[in-house]
């Protein structure tokens, strides 16, 4: 399989698929699991080059409202079976002080009120900038049509059947319009869904967000230790049960991805927060729902630096690196999201990375903050 490396969008925008990737058994007309499936569910680099709004000034509350202590600890960080990928090893010792999460996924309602207080405009809903996104394109990339760099999100299209699994186009579609307000496009809305997570939400969005609330995004590690709510070496919040055993513990996509959904969760897309149970620390969603940025730049080798020592706070790397797409520099994301199942990216464990640029968002896509003790 020839992986694609520069990014969903860029492909969208050029309606580039992976034709020479078809990897249909033409005898059985079956198509097989990618080879690099988590990243093909996820991998979604470059949009528009903008950094966080400067002007943000803190408008929250100084309380731990809606928040839970993290006890402070040790943990051995990096993958727990064989759905590993390599970056998620060598598994390695992490130590963190104590620090406040969100014991949920930043909602709507949450977001409505930060945009409300400070009149702040997502990427989602500002026209795209060529020449920023070129820089993060290899050299020479053609520009799209100007009729294409228009404000506009990813969203997700459910298809009528099978289709190739590393055609990333086949499922996301470039939706003029599509932001956070209206995470369908036009005519959608988020009218009822308050305790809905805000989704279409880029990196930058998420620090103007912790900005303004007095918080800061999690550290991969601290998000990990946190997702692992005091198990030692298991695979999901909730422990070692496969997703799809017992009652429903995440909300996920079952059945055939992307064209069949069996919903036994209940949800075709997003859920309300706290629809499922909560972890050993009382936090709800760190699997599945929507994807959650962290803080750290993605670095593929990063592990391999903190191998055979014991890190306490790490940060992550200076700089971001990712072989499969070296000229986008990106951020992590963790948890998974409604996308998500075993054939494809298992994204609600606990050690599965993700990346992507901060200046992406989609309709899968977004965060919860965390604070430190004063
Ligand atoms: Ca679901
Ligand atoms: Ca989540």
Redesign the pocket.
């Known amino acids: 399989m020839k992986q694609v490396h520069f990014g969903l969008i860029y492909l969208i925008l050029l309606g580039v698929s992976c034709k020479n990737n078809d990897n249909t058994d033409s005898s059985t007309g079956i198509l097989d699991q990618p080879k690099d499936s988590a990243h093909a569910c996820m991998q979604v680099p470059q949009r528009f080059g903008m950094s966080a709004d400067s002007s943000i000034a803190f408008g929250g509350d100084t309380s731990y409202r809606n928040m839970v202590l993290i006890p402070a600890g040790s943990f051995d960080m990096g993958g727990d079976n064989d759905q590993a990928d390599k970056d998620e090893y060598p598994k390695h010792k992490v130590t963190v002080d104590s620090f406040y999460m969100d014991i949920t ?1 930043v909602t709507n309602a949450q977001f409505a009120a930060f945009v409300k207080a400070t009149g702040y405009i997502t990427t989602a809903e500002r026209k795209p900038n060529w020449e920023e996104i070129k820089k993060t394109l290899p050299p020479g990339t053609p520009k799209p049509a100007d009729s294409l760099l228009v404000a506009a999100s990813l969203v997700f299209k459910q298809t009528n059947g099978p289709v190739n699994l590393n055609d990333y186009s086949q499922w996301w579609s470039w939706v003029e319009g599509a932001n956070w307000r209206k995470p369908q496009g036009p005519g959608s809305s988020i009218k009822g869904k308050d305790d809905f ?1 805000v989704v279409h939400v880029s990196w930058d969005d998420a620090m103007a967000y912790c900005k303004w609330a007095g918080k800061r995004l999690p550290t991969e590690a601290e998000w990990e230790y946190a997702a692992r709510g005091g198990r030692i070496n298991q695979i999901y919040p909730w422990g070692n049960q496969a997703v799809n055993q017992g009652v429903p513990k995440t909300n996920s996509w079952e059945g055939n991805f992307p064209y069949y959904n069996e919903q036994k969760d209940g949800f075709l897309k997003y859920a309300p927060v706290m629809s499922f149970t909560c972890n050993g620390f009382g936090l709800f ?8 940025w962290c803080s750290d730049w993605y670095h593929a080798e990063y592990y391999k630096t903190l191998a055979n020592k014991n890190s306490v706070n790490p940060k992550g790397p200076e700089k971001s690196f990712d072989s499969q797409d070296p000229y986008t520099p990106k951020r992590v994301l963790r ?3 409604f996308l998500c199942n075993d054939a494809y990216c298992s994204g609600y464990r606990v050690a599965r990375r993700m990346k992507s640029s901060p200046d992406t968002g989609l309709e899968h896509t ?1 965060f919860r903050c965390v604070k430190d003790i004063r």
């Open positions: 996924e997570p969603d760190m699997a599945g729902n929507v994807w959650e948890g998974g999201s977004g």
